[in-house]
């Protein structure tokens, strides 16, 4: 008589649980996980809110200096201005846009070359700098770095090399669209296409120049002023699909917020709005697509050495109470930290995908929720018993070994239990 195995088949749940769990494994949505988990949400609206007050002294800056290198081309001038008005929809008022919330011309120091003109440069420079020093902030926390060692005076001047290279980004994409237009009318002319095709050509030449040069400074953002160091290939991918974000944002232009001066309430306040909203949606590109570049695994569950706190008081680390102070924490953040040894050490297995290993996987996930739930338990068990054991002694309801013990401070009887369960 022969033994006859049952071969357990995955059921409707457990395949749906498979889904999900290779689902969680795709980079978009790790890096979204990491977005979330690391406040992305919060960091853009600071980002949005910063740079009300750091636009005009950026824009201050670079009207200036692009009037005194250029200021004689008048055509350069208004293709600078739209495309200014591309990326932060209402900001100028431009012909076609009479309600912007600045005039250009107001934006130029007519005589930069003297005392006052020179520190309210360095003002500017200063205010345009914290905008970058936010960013750079956001974005080291996707990366989910807390701290780089760096001087001040080094991180400022890598701030303001971000702003300056957004500015000559904008710049060489003025100069490269102007040229490359009128070339590409010339060649086209000498093709002999017109009508359709040669009418799309040159529409999209200008956003596929606008997305290389937005890609290029993606990748210095989230390398170079950042301090991050990815390796190429996710830098590249990453700041690309940061580039294809923000150009997207620049096409569909006040399309996206439109819906601001529908509102009876926000309608008076509809520009800066729209740029709240506007510089908002673009930091979030920003961070998302930072997040894309750290390809970081998926949020784990947090360890029982993280939880082993949460129902004391205090449940953080201060100095206010001094045995906070020993548990394991961050110093930068003070953040509850795991201990060394909750790490479990993982047998190397070859690499293996599909719905099986899929739903393999996710059984890996919810055994490891049951075992944070069990170790859990037991540290409530344990610290139950402890109390118990100490109520007995101080009560003498239970016979001890030592009289002294009764009225003796736990702390001091801990310690010397201890010594004497180590010396026998």
Do not use: C
Not at 142 to 171: C, E, H, V, W
Not at 348 to 355: E, L, R, V, Y
Not at 397 to 413: I, K, L, R
């Amino acid at each position: 008589m022969s033994d006859t195995s049952v071969t357990a088949h995955p059921t409707l749940m457990d395949r749906l649980n498979a889904v999900i769990a290779w689902v969680m494994e795709l980079r978009f949505v790790r890096a979204f996980g990491r977005y979330m988990w690391a406040r992305g949400y919060l960091l853009s609206g600071g980002i949005a809110y910063s740079a009300l007050f750091a636009i005009a002294g950026a824009l201050t800056i670079g009207f200036t200096t692009f009037f005194y290198l250029l200021g004689g081309n008048k055509d350069l001038q208004q293709t600078l201005f739209e495309t200014v008005n591309a990326s932060l929809p209402g900001i100028l008022k431009v012909e076609g846009n009479e309600s912007g919330l600045l005039d250009p011309q107001d934006l130029i120091i007519e005589n930069p070359i003297n005392p006052a003109s020179i520190i309210s440069f360095f003002v500017l420079l200063w205010s345009a700098a914290s905008l970058m020093t936010a960013l750079r902030i956001a974005i080291l926390g996707m990366f989910g770095i807390t701290y780089l060692q760096r001087p001040f005076i080094k991180a400022k001047l890598l701030d303001i090399s971000g702003f300056l290279m957004i500015g000559i980004g904008a710049l060489t994409t003025v100069a490269l669209v102007t040229v490359s237009t009128q070339l590409s009318e010339h060649i086209l002319l000498w093709l002999d296409v017109s009508g359709t095709v040669g009418s799309f050509f040159i529409q999209s030449l200008p956003i596929a120049i606008a997305l290389v040069v937005d890609t290029l400074i993606f990748m210095f953002l989230f390398s170079v002023m950042s301090g991050a160091h990815p390796p190429l290939k996710d830098l590249v991918i990453g700041s690309f699909l940061a580039g294809i974000g923000s150009s997207t944002l620049r096409v569909l232009g006040t399309t996206v917020v439109s819906s601001v001066s529908s509102n009876a309430l926000l309608a008076p306040f509809a520009a800066i709005i729209t740029l709240l909203i506007w510089v908002n949606l673009l930091a979030q590109v920003t961070l998302v697509a930072a997040a894309f570049v750290a390809n970081p695994p998926k949020p784990g569950v947090p360890t029982r050495s993280q939880l082993e706190h949460s129902e004391e008081y205090p449940n953080y680390v201060t100095k206010s109470v001094k045995r906070t102070l020993e548990w394991n924490f961050d110093p930068m953040t003070g953040v509850v930290a795991p201990h060394p040894t909750d790490t479990i050490e993982e047998k190397i297995a070859p690499p293996w995908t599909g719905m099986r290993a899929a739903w393999m996987k996710r059984k890996i996930a919810r055994a490891e929720e049951k075992l944070v739930d069990a170790q859990a338990q037991l540290s409530d068990v344990r610290d139950a018993y402890v109390q118990a054991a100490w109520d007995a002694y101080k009560k003498k309801s239970v016979p001890t070994t030592s009289s002294e013990y009764a009225q003796a401070d736990p702390h001091d009887v801990g310690e010397r239990l201890a010594r004497d369960s180590e010396e026998n």
